[in-house]
């Protein structure tokens, strides 16, 4: 069965600091996707990787296919960054028939 | 605007009164699910649909029961609803086949006293 860690699973930080979260699974995959969670709020998709890297504003995200690892950056974090950022994977193989496995999340608090 | 619709977003009942949790999505996508979201558990899969008349059970079905009649609309029925049944739910959907993120909907929040 394929097995979505992440870590750290709380992260509190001064605002301005750079972040990482990372994300590590076990079976091959098809694409992973960073969501993020805001307190009483629905889900956003951030990004999709299947390989490399992907930038948006203060927001980068990387994958090493062959490591089976990913790392969701923020760069000069602000406290609207506070959320719940949650990994999740498109297996190759099983799964709910294109549905995804998902990490437990890692809740971040930015600090002013 | 694309957007996925659940209703309520919160309900507090008690425990064996049938409910329904609707969801409804305006992007004509093909597959649609159904998830719950539990602390230290994350979300897991409850059913899913492929198409109009087509489901099947997740990681958690139990308790649950879902139709697909029409392609926007993907309801979640709990016909007995028991304490366990308690948390916050997301529906989903995206276009079959295709490696896409899919959209969540704001979630629905079940209280089951």
């Known amino acids: 069965k394929n097995e979505v860690e992440q870590s750290p699973q709380n992260l509190t930080a001064q605002e301005g600091e750079f972040i990482t979260i990372n994300c590590s699974y076990s079976?091959?995959?098809?694409?992973l996707h960073w969501l993020q969670q805001h307190p009483g709020g629905g889900i956003v998709s951030l990004f999709m990787l299947s390989s490399g890297k992907k930038k948006h504003g203060r927001l980068i995200a990387t994958i090493n296919i062959q490591e089976k690892h990913s790392s969701l950056h923020i760069t000069a974090s602000h406290p609207r960054d506070s959320a719940v950022y949650i990994c999740?994977?498109?297996?190759?193989?099983?799964?709910?028939?294109?549905?995804?496995?998902f990490g437990k999340g890692t809740h971040l608090i930015i600090q002013p | 605007e694309a957007q996925v619709t659940q209703n309520p977003r919160y309900l507090i009942t008690v425990t064996g009164k049938k409910l329904t949790v609707t969801c409804s999505q305006n992007m004509n996508h093909e597959y649609m699910s159904w998830y719950r979201q539990d602390p230290g558990l994350g979300l897991r899969q409850i059913y899913y649909s492929m198409n109009v008349e087509v489901t099947d059970k997740g990681d958690v079905p139990e308790g649950y029961k879902v139709s697909r009649k029409e392609k926007r609309n993907f309801p979640l029925i709990l016909e007995s609803p028991s304490p366990n049944q308690t948390s916050l739910y997301f529906c989903?959907?995206?276009?079959?086949?295709?490696?896409?993120?899919?959209?969540f909907g704001d979630g629905t929040r079940l209280s089951i006293l």
């Open positions: 999740a994977v498109d297996p190759l193989v099983g799964g709910g028939a294109d549905g995804l496995t």
């Open positions: 989903a959907s995206k276009p079959q086949g295709a490696v896409q993120p899919q959209h």
């Open positions: 079976v091959g995959i098809s694409a």
